[in-house]
């Protein structure tokens, strides 16, 4: 039985000043973690227990789908160059050196290491589906730790990886994830929302993210009623149409004077017009990666056409464009519209015509598809034009999505208004496609003898936001002051509160009812220190046990208090009668 008295729980009245946000701080106020860096963490008695639920849970549903690995931490520069990512993580990536002078790196990720045993081991489609996964240490060199667990440099994760022989295959391994996932945050107690989402550094076709709305994210996701989810670098909407402006004159493109108008605010007041009947320019610059130096060069200009109150979303311009984006300059933006920035505008921008093809990359956003009579700029200083159309006036390389969403526009699903908010990503699901095992040589032969590329997903958790996302949804609830975790992932699922070990009859109820639990299956902490019943009620729930049963008073009367921290109640139980009934409720709560 676990006494508390004989245990380290090193609780804290207050939170240290720089803890942020509601999980960080009672993180460290419970006792469960201890900061040794920026960013870096011990995991103290109480914390260990709930990570290693956590991961139990993980490898329980992990197991049905597929086959447990563990591989190294430290990894050499020649695999992650093979798959040309050694240049890409930057800064993120922890490199070091050994005594003879090799490069070496600390895994942030696995992609390459289960690809170098993939392409070493499998020799053929019978082989093939393989779904292998490890639960293990990541590191990143985040630039700004904060948030306590939520943005850190070492890290745990559950990372999965899928071999398949074609994409029928991978949509398979894809699917059993996607459930698997489910299952598991559901058994973690989470509420969650599985979203449309980007690859990223990761590569790969369809993507999928597993968010908990809470204040504490730092993403951004949309949601509706119908069911629709998307990360705001995937979020569309429906727009309600727009009446476009009358002509004026023959209804050709008519230049007017704007003097010293240079915002969207300002031609608007001056012209008389609302934004959405104007088109906002954005120039940039790409860096292209270096396959594509010889037919496009190392670099490349952007232009991007908007509706004069839409805002771009530099994720999406990101995957068209194919690189990293930087503003245009100064210089840049005289070069490419021989004028300066304030009056600039679609026509006489020459556009590549297709986005493999050398030139400027035009981009018209899909929100300006079939309108009519805008107001852009001249490219010339101090005027704009009216009655500009786009396809007929100007066309550009490629028309698309690339315009954040707003709050409450209609989803793409029924038009029920989209809900935005902050949320924390608990877990991420992949289609690689033949990213890493094309570019590392991976292959096997077919039903026909022929040597083809095995076809790949990655799929990853993370463990610690399982167990900060819990403590942030559920400390939203209480006004960020206290929370109780689910009972899967609690470190202890009830608390034996004896309010006066003093009082024989009191102790002997309480470790009575702690063994009866225990019997029963129960994990239970027994609170029989010699302390204010005060204290201990609080302490139970600054560590945030879901059960609480008060030994006091009651106990002459053959009764204990019954706490119910998730649920908000309290009741009177008869002591013979508490260890089967909080059993139950228990076992209740841990139905998938």
Known sequence: ?????????????????????????LLLRAGYIRQLGAGIYSYLFLGNR???????????????????????ALNPREIWEESGRWQVMGDNMFRLKDRKGADLCLGMTHEEVMTSIARNELRSYKQLPQIWYQIQTKFRDEPRPKSGLLRVRQFIMKDAYSFDIDEAGLDESYNKHDKAYRRIFTRCGLQFVAVEADSGAMGGSASQEFMVYTEAGEDLIASAPSGYAANLEKATSKLAPVEDLAATGDGSPELVHTPGQRTIEEVGAFLNVQPQHQIKTMAYIVDLPKADHDKLGAVRPVVIFLRGDHSLN?????????????????????????????????????????PKKPG?????????????NLIAGANKEEYHLRNVTPM?????????????????????????PLRLGK????????????????????????RDGKEVTPI??????????????????????????????????????????????????????????????EAAGIDVLLDDRDERAGVKF???DLIGIPYRINIGRGVAEGKVEVVDRLAGTMQEVALDAVAATVAKQVTSRLQP
């Open 1 to 25: 039985m676990h006494r508390w008295s004989q245990l380290f729980i090193p609780t804290l009245r207050e939170a240290p000043a720089d803890a942020e946000v509601a999980s960080h701080k």
């Open 50 to 72: 709930s990570i290693n639920k956590i991961v139990g849970i993980v490898r329980q549903e992990m197991d049905k789908i597929g086959q447990e690995f563990l591989l190294p």
């Open 314 to 354: 530099e994720a999406k311009l990101a995957a068209l464009a194919g690189g990293e984006l930087r503003p245009m300059t100064p210089e840049e933006i005289i070069e490419i519209f021989k004028a300066p920035a304030g009056y600039l505008g679609p026509i006489g921008v020459e556009a590549a015509p297709h």
């Open 360 to 372: 400027t990359l035009v981009i018209l956003d899909k929100a300006l598809e079939g309108r009519t």
């Open 392 to 416: 007929r006036d100007f066309k550009p390389t490629l028309t698309a999505d690339v315009r954040n969403i707003n709050e409450g526009e209609p989803d793409p699903i029924n038009g029920e």
């Open 423 to 446: 949320a924390v990503e608990i877990g991420h699901i992949f289609k690689l496609g033949y990213k890493y095992s094309k570019s590392m040589g991976a292959s096997v032969l077919n």
């Open 456 to 517: 790949m997903g990655s799929y990853g958790i993370g463990i610690e936001r399982i167990l900060t996302a819990a403590i942030e949804s559920s400390a939203a609830a209480n006004n960020g002051s206290a929370y109780a975790l689910h009972p899967a992932i609690a470190p202890f699922q009830t608390v034996v509160t004896i309010t006066n070990v003093a009082e024989a009859n009191l102790l002997a109820a309480g470790e009575k009812i702690a063994a009866e639990l």
């Open 538 to 540: 609080k302490d139970a």
